[in-house]
T-cell receptor, first 114, second 113 residues
């Protein structure tokens, strides 16, 4: 089945420390991949997307992600975390365009401690 | 430019009742997708509407139905509500195309008592 997996349910980092959130995908073809962030009780905001080409993609709020075909991964990174980054992060993917549905992972909740 | 708007923001219903949720897509978008997000879970795809037709459907029973209007706005209807239908219902809009991405509304929090 086509899917994305986020192995970490909850991660805690200190403010100013680096961050890496893991995402693995399982698709028959090269997928389109996304990272979204969700604050409590809110909708999802797109951080970045990978469609093709350069495997290192830059997003908003200082986030970046790297597509690694050999590892079926699309991990999200940030060099220095701010307290405002505390939220839930979702990896998502789809294949093709048009009517193809986007499938979400179960999310990783990020806690930032002073 | 208004983004995706959903109404109502919160809703409380009892088991067996019916509910209608509404979504207006972002300006310029013609495709609407609905997602259900249970507490502590990722969004689950319900269905997608384009040109007033359901184009894709996730693994949800027929109690979940929808509609898209000529102005691209959409409704999600759920009949015979169950306690397990309690969730945040998210609407996402996009344009059709390989490189398009979803823009989400803030959701409707449905509680079934």
């Amino acid at each position: 089945a086509q899917s994305v997996t986020q192995p970490d349910i909850h991660i805690t980092v200190s403010e100013g420390a680096s961050l890496e959130l893991r995402c693995n995908y399982s698709y028959g073809a090269t997928p389109y991949l996304f990272w979204y962030v969700q604050s409590p009780g809110q909708g999802l905001q797109l951080l970045l997307k990978y469609f093709s080409g350069d495997t290192l993609v830059q997003g908003i709020k200082g986030f970046e992600a790297e597509f690694k075909r050999s590892q079926s991964s699309f991990n999200l990174r940030k060099p220095s975390v701010h307290w405002s980054d505390a939220a839930e992060y979702f990896c998502a993917g789809r294949v093709g365009g048009g009517y193809q549905k986007v499938t979400f992972g179960t999310g990783t909740k990020l806690q930032v401690i002073p | 430019d208004a983004g995706v708007t959903q109404s109502p923001t919160h809703l409380i219903k009892t088991r067996g009742q019916q509910v209608t949720l509404r979504c207006s897509p972002k300006s310029g978008h013609d495709t609407v997708s609905w997602y259900q997000q249970a507490l502590g879970q990722g969004p689950q795809f319900i269905f997608q509407y384009y040109e007033e037709e359901e184009r894709q459907r996730g693994n949800f029973p027929d109690r979940f139905s929808g509609h898209q209007f000529p102005n691209y706005s959409s409704e999600l209807n759920v009949n015979a509500l169950l306690l397990g239908d309690s969730a945040l219902y998210l609407c996402a809009s996009s344009t059709t195309g390989a490189h398009e991405k979803l823009f989400f509304g803030s959701g409707t929090q449905l509680s079934v008592l």
